[in-house]
């Protein structure tokens, strides 16, 4: 490997202060507790007191300050040896069969992976907040490529980076200007409906389109796909309570003074609010890279990752305004009052199947977000797979998982 960063990587794991800064400050308390850590009160997690009772009595703070160090260490040599990998994306982006503003469809069916190029068409729906090739990241790690060799069609609506015929779009501008145009002509092509397959917030967009439009929709899939932000569990939760304690204006501001000083809201702000729902998860996943052989397939997945998440995207002011205060503050989805594609969605009005993928370990959609969605759809089966928001999508488990009984859901053979 070369010494300095690699020429092509992105960014850094943004706000990189408030990482570095997170791990300092928990693990100085850890320190500062050490010596309480024997006493028969002190709140030890359930799952780490046999190895607290193995600590004994006599806990050396200095043993502790040794490993915070040894720890802050492997974090910064990981993010090292993430700057300086010499990974890159090398996949081929397939056909676009069609484009409007900075929005395009890409066809997997036209690729070396696919078996069947008429096969039953199904229309992905990723975030807006990040890049769509999630869902196309790295050889064998690729949901669409993957759906293409099992003989059904995947088309991609890349929704690209926002422009300036895009700068004023809200979430109902995106769906009716993009997701409706980039249905259509898929219906038109096929001469059939449609299965629409959304991943995060796309999965909700794909939902209220199934939820507005019924009769152009065969079949629903949503991976991670957040519904219902009442709950106020963990962080994020507890941060969405105390906006709605203090009032919406002054979230509503912040984003108003971000869109005036940028003209978008810029990546780095959606970077810390994920920083926000699990602050020791850099420090922790940057010393497990430490730890792997760099050459390995381990680590170029890691890279891999890192570098979709450092490629983030801006967001015109009114879909984050839709998106943080009308979901994430207000809950006008769960509550009734999310109006998209000219109406109130109600979810009740899905006519097709759906299928509903809940991560147990997903931090950004958790359960208690995720699953009322699919407790409102007529037809909707929910599947609960042990993995994280990512790792539905990218993980070593989500083939099995996921993708296989996604793959029976889109195909023929399930009706």
């Given at each position: 490997m070369s010494t300095g960063p690699a020429a092509h990587r992105i960014g850094q794991p943004s706000p990189l202060p408030f990482h570095l800064g997170t791990a300092a400050l928990a693990y100085s308390q850890a320190l500062m507790a050490a010596p309480l850590s024997d006493h028969e009160r002190f709140p030890w997690h359930p799952h780490l007191a046999g190895s607290a009772a193995a600590l004994g009595p006599d806990l050396d703070q200095t043993e502790v300050a040794r490993e915070i160090a040894a720890r802050l260490s492997a974090t910064v040599a990981g993010l090292e040896i993430w700057q300086r990998h010499p990974y890159r994306r090398t996949l081929r982006e397939p056909p676009v069969i069609w484009s409007e503003g900075s929005a395009r469809l890409l066809d997997f069916g036209a690729t070396p992976e696919a078996t069947d190029p008429l096969g039953p068409p199904v229309l992905a729906v990723p975030s807006l907040i990040n890049r769509s090739y999630i869902l196309d990241l790295a050889p064998g790690r690729s949901v669409l490529r993957w759906l293409a060799a099992q003989g059904i069609r995947p088309l991609l609506l890349d929704w690209g980076e926002p422009g300036a015929e895009e700068a004023g779009f809200g979430l109902d501008d995106y769906g009716r200007r993009r997701l409706l145009p980039a249905l259509r002509q898929v219906l038109e092509e096929?001469?059939?409906?449609?299965?629409?397959?959304?991943?995060?917030?796309?999965?909700?967009?794909?939902?209220?389109?199934?939820?507005?439009?019924?009769?152009?929709?065969?079949?629903?899939?949503?991976?991670?796909?957040?519904?219902?932000?009442?709950?106020?569990?963990?962080?994020?939760?507890?941060?969405?309570?105390?906006?709605?304690?203090?009032?919406?204006?002054?979230?509503?501001?912040?984003?108003?003074?971000?869109?005036?000083?940028?003209?978008?809201?810029?990546?780095?702000?959606?970077?810390?609010?994920?920083?926000?729902?699990?602050?020791?998860?850099?420090?922790?996943?940057?010393?497990?890279?430490?730890?792997?052989?760099?050459?390995?397939?381990?680590?170029?997945?890691?890279?891999?990752?890192?570098d979709w998440l450092a490629d983030g995207v801006p967001m015109p002011l009114p879909a984050a305004r839709d998106l943080l205060i009308g979901w994430q503050i207000r809950n006008d989805t769960a509550t009734g009052r999310w109006r998209f594609l000219g109406g109130e969605v109600d979810l009740r009005r899905v006519a097709a199947p759906a299928l509903i993928f809940s991560g147990r370990g997903d931090t950004i959609a958790p359960p208690e977000i995720a699953e009322p969605l699919g407790r409102l759809i007529p037809e909707a089966r929910i599947l609960r797979p042990r993995t994280g928001h990512v790792g539905m999508v990218v993980g070593s488990a989500a083939r099995a998982t996921v993708l296989r009984p996604l793959a029976e859901f889109l195909s023929r053979r399930s009706g």
């Open positions: 096929g001469g059939r409906p449609v299965a629409l397959m959304g991943y995060c917030m796309g999965g909700t967009l794909a939902a209220g389109a199934a939820a507005r439009v019924p009769e152009g929709v065969a079949r629903l899939v949503t991976i991670g796909a957040p519904w219902d932000f009442a709950s106020t569990r963990g962080i994020a939760g507890s941060f969405r309570a105390l906006i709605r304690s203090e009032g919406t204006e002054r979230a509503e501001r912040l984003l108003e003074g971000l869109g005036a000083a940028f003209g978008m809201v810029p990546v780095a702000f959606f970077q810390s609010l994920f920083a926000l729902v699990n602050p020791m998860q850099a420090a922790l996943k940057f010393q497990k890279l430490a730890r792997m052989d760099p050459d390995g397939a381990a680590a170029m997945l890691f890279v891999a990752l890192e």
